[in-house]
């Protein structure tokens, strides 16, 4: 059997405490704000490379916030590579995402996954 960490607490308790996911050599933060309003609409999670932050709208159902989690967390691995065509390709980074989730919510003996 494996597990996986998906997150580690920076301390503190509440629903928006800030946790790290190491990716690479960047540990980036995990915000919850209760909303992502960016120009041109309203985003379940957004990426910021320069700082190494992701933020999660946290007024979504767990399973929406986790699935939109793994699907930053793509989108971060593939800056990390310079896979810049499939980091552009959002509906490929979404497929995935769900891909990941469906399969690692159907198989919970094999993975230890946390709300973010």
Do not use: W
Not at 25 to 43: M, R
Not at 72 to 82: A, P, T
């Amino acid at each position: 059997m494996c597990g996986l960490f998906l997150l580690q607490k920076n301390g503190g308790e509440g629903i928006l405490e800030d946790r790290t996911v190491k990716i690479g050599y960047a540990d980036y933060t995990i915000k919850k704000p209760l909303e992502i309003v960016q120009v041109g609409g309203e985003y379940y999670g957004i990426v910021d490379f320069d700082n190494h932050v992701i933020k999660i709208a946290n007024k979504n159902k767990t399973h929406d916030k986790n699935k939109t989690f793994l699907h930053e967390v793509l989108h971060c691995i593939c800056h990390r590579f310079s896979l810049q065509e499939l980091n552009s390709n959002e509906q490929a980074i979404d497929l995935l995402a769900t891909g990941i989730y469906e399969m690692l919510k159907d198989n919970p003996h094999m993975f230890i996954m946390e709300d973010i």
